[in-house]
């Protein structure tokens, strides 16, 4: 059963990049045709889909997200990566990284200075 792990800072400040790693053991992040995801909840709100790498590679954006977030993969570690730049406030929430019903225990980034 795949497992995945999200890791990185818990505290980020206005204007810098925020970089979160999900390790994921138990599975190939190259195995056809999984979607490696990036998820969040900011507090009270819904659960946001902010992108994904597939297994080949490709990556996919929420519009919305797309001008500042940046998804890759190290194939060499099992691992997918987050990056969201120029981070204000309001990107304070639980980051979760999920695949296909499996998901990460999700970890919080705050945003402050």
């Known amino acids: 059963q795949v497992q995945l792990q999200e890791s990185g800072p818990g505290l980020v400040k206005p204007s810098q990049t925020l970089s979160l790693t999900c390790t994921v053991s138990?599975?190939?992040?190259?195995?056809?045709?999984?979607?490696w995801s990036w998820i969040r909840q900011p507090p009270g709100k819904g659960l946001e889909r902010m992108g994904a790498i597939a297994y080949d590679g490709s990556t996919y954006y929420s519009p919305s997200l797309k001008s500042h977030t940046s998804i890759s993969r190290d194939t060499s570690k099992n691992q997918f990566s987050l990056q969201l730049s120029s981070v204000t406030p309001e990107d304070t929430a639980v980051y979760y990284c999920?695949?296909?019903?499996?998901w990460g225990q999700g970890t919080q980034v705050t945003v402050s200075s």
């Open positions: 138990g599975g190939s992040i190259t195995t056809s045709y999984y979607y």
């Open positions: 999920a695949r296909a019903g499996s």
